[in-house]
T-cell receptor, first 117, second 115 residues
C-alpha cells in the first residue's frame, strides 16, 4: 500500500510564484525524501530530511517535517518554467531480517507541478 | 560513472512471452531495487536486494523474478508477460552512508507494453 500521499495531485502556477506540495504518511519513518521526475525520465533525488529534523533548505527548496502529524511539505520558491515536473515524497522502512538489514523506499503518487512562463 | 543503466528503453511483448529487463550500476552500491510506475499509482516496489546473493519481495512481486549474482547487476525477469504488466519499470541503487543517510539513484526506465 502507498505510504506517502501527496497533495495536491496537480498544481499550476505562474513563473515567479511559490509552489507548495504536501505529503502525508501512515507509519513511523527514519527519514523522508523528495524526488523530482521530468516527463518520460527517471526520478532525481532532491532533498532528504531526517525524522529528528523539522526543516531543511537546499537552494530554492524548503522542506518541513511534522512527525506528530505525519506530514511533510516541499516549498519551491521563485518557481521557473524548468521546475515543471512531477514531485514525489518517499519514506523509508528499515528493519532487520535474515541476519541483515533490509531497505525499502515507499513512494507517494506524486504532485504534477506546471509552471507557466 | 555511467550511474544506473537500463536496457532496453522500450519493449513490446505478446501475452505469455518472457523477457529480462537489465539493470546495472557502476557506483558499487549495496542496495538495488525495481519499481513499476503506472498512471496515478506512483512507484511501487517489485523486488529489492541488499547485496549480492540477497533479494526480497516488495509490494507487487507476483509475476517477476530477480537475482543478484554481482554487486553491479540486478536483472528483472518477467516469467509469462500479462497485459497487467504494461508499465514503466525503473531500477534504482543506493548505499548507506556512515551517517546513516542514503538516497536512491534511478535509471532512465524501460517502457514495457504487453499486448
Amino acid at each position: 500500500s502507498q505510504q506517502g500521499e501527496e497533495d495536491p495531485q496537480a498544481l499550476s502556477i505562474q513563473e515567479g510564484e511559490n509552489a507548495t506540495m504536501n505529503c502525508s504518511y501512515k507509519t513511523s519513518i527514519n527519514n523522508l525524501q523528495w524526488y523530482r521526475q521530468n516527463s518520460g525520465r527517471g526520478l532525481v533525488h532532491l532533498i532528504l530530511i531526517r525524522s529528528n529534523e523539522r526543516e531543511k533548505h537546499s537552494g530554492r527548496l524548503r522542506v518541513t517535517l511534522d512527525t506528530s502529524k505525519k506530514s511533510s511539505s516541499l516549498l519551491i520558491t521563485a518557481s521557473r518554467a524548468a521546475d515543471t515536473a512531477s514531485y514525489f515524497c518517499a519514506t523509508d522502512a528499515i528493519g532487520f531480517r535474515s541476519g541483515g538489514s533490509n531497505y525499502k523506499l515507499t513512494f507517494g503518487k506524486g504532485t504534477l507541478l506546471t509552471v507557466n512562463p | 560513472n555511467a550511474g544506473v543503466t537500463q536496457t532496453p528503453k522500450f519493449q513490446v511483448l505478446k501475452t505469455g512471452q518472457s523477457m529480462t529487463l537489465q539493470c546495472a550500476q557502476d557506483m558499487n552500491h549495496e542496495y538495488m531495487s525495481w519499481y513499476r510506475q503506472d498512471p496515478g499509482m506512483g512507484l511501487r516496489l517489485i523486488h529489492y536486494s541488499v547485496g549480492a546473493g540477497i533479494t526480497d519481495q516488495g509490494e507487487v512481486p507476483n509475476g517477476y523474478n530477480v537475482s543478484r549474482s554481482t554487486t553491479e547487476d540486478f536483472p528483472l525477469r518477467l516469467l509469462s508477460a500479462a497485459p497487467s504488466q504494461t508499465s514503466v519499470y525503473f531500477c534504482a541503487s543506493s548505499y548507506l552512508s556512515p551517517t546513516g543517510l542514503y538516497e536512491q539513484y534511478f535509471g532512465p526506465g524501460t517502457r514495457l507494453t504487453v499486448t
